[in-house]
């Protein structure tokens, strides 16, 4: 077990275009969360799937933003038209569904928008 | 919406000395966790408290569950170098069965242990 992995770990794009992450868990854990840090800030949630299900979504999660989880394993989290304000790192945990299972957080995707 | 206050915003300390830091909330949470983040990385979970009152110790770390559920607070006795980080509380509201474990996290405190 390696943990959460993400990639890219760095991304840098021209504002107008649209971006994918990926974000492969912890393999026996069936929820998958996504939140977004900005610097000097803690992280923010904006979306949690359970399986394949999307079940919660921020308001933070504007409609330019969709993440998916087709298998219920790996997730890719997609920005369509980015903004300089996108520019943040992008975080992908996971967790086991027990009542108390903490959330075990990847290394992040550090996104710049130019 | 929850927010978390976090205090100290940053902490310079030497190392050997003791380290406090808390977290208050405007709300009620039934879950505080404690994680610390290095630089590019990830927040990496320290403890975790799941009831009222509760005090749990990691090694050098001891973190407590406020009576009120309002509150948590962090100390890291006998600092060493690689303490250095920014460390940040999180809470979660009751953690029912299908319900998401959305946490708040606070703004973080930086430490730094000088030599």
């Known amino acids: 077990d390696t943990g959460v992995s993400q990639n890219p770990r760095h991304k840098i794009t021209k504002r107008g275009q649209n971006v994918t992450f990926r974000c492969d868990p912890i393999?026996?854990?069936?929820?998958l969360y996504w939140y977004r840090q900005t610097l000097g800030q803690g992280p923010e949630f904006l979306t949690y799937f359970q399986n394949e299900a999307q079940l919660e979504k921020s308001r933070l999660l504007s409609d330019r933003f969709s993440a998916e989880r087709p298998k219920g394993s790996f997730s890719t989290l997609e920005i369509q038209r980015t903004e300089q304000g996108d520019s943040a790192m992008y975080l992908c945990?996971?967790?086991?569904?027990?009542?108390?299972?903490?959330?075990?957080f990847g290394n992040g995707t550090r996104l710049t928008v130019t | 919406g929850q927010q978390l206050n976090q205090s100290p915003q940053s902490m310079f300390i030497q190392e050997g000395e003791d380290v406090s830091m808390n977290c208050t909330s405007s709300?009620?949470?039934?879950?505080w966790l404690w994680y610390k983040q290095d630089p590019g990385e990830g927040p990496v979970l320290l403890i975790a408290?799941?009831?009222?009152?509760e005090l749990t110790s990691n090694g050098r770390l001891t973190a407590q569950f406020g009576i009120t559920r309002k509150d948590s607070f962090l100390n890291i006795s006998a600092s060493i170098p690689s303490d250095v980080g920014i460390y940040f509380c999180?809470?979660?509201?009751?953690?029912?069965?299908?319900?998401?474990?959305?946490?708040?996290f606070g703004s973080g405190t930086q430490l730094t242990v000088l030599p």
């Open positions: 408290l799941y009831k009222a009152g």
């Open positions: 709300s009620i949470f039934n879950t």
């Open positions: 393999s026996e854990h069936n929820r």
């Open positions: 999180a809470g979660a509201e009751s953690p029912s069965s299908g319900s998401a474990r959305q946490l708040t």
């Open positions: 945990a996971s967790s086991s569904q027990g009542a108390n299972s903490p959330l075990h």
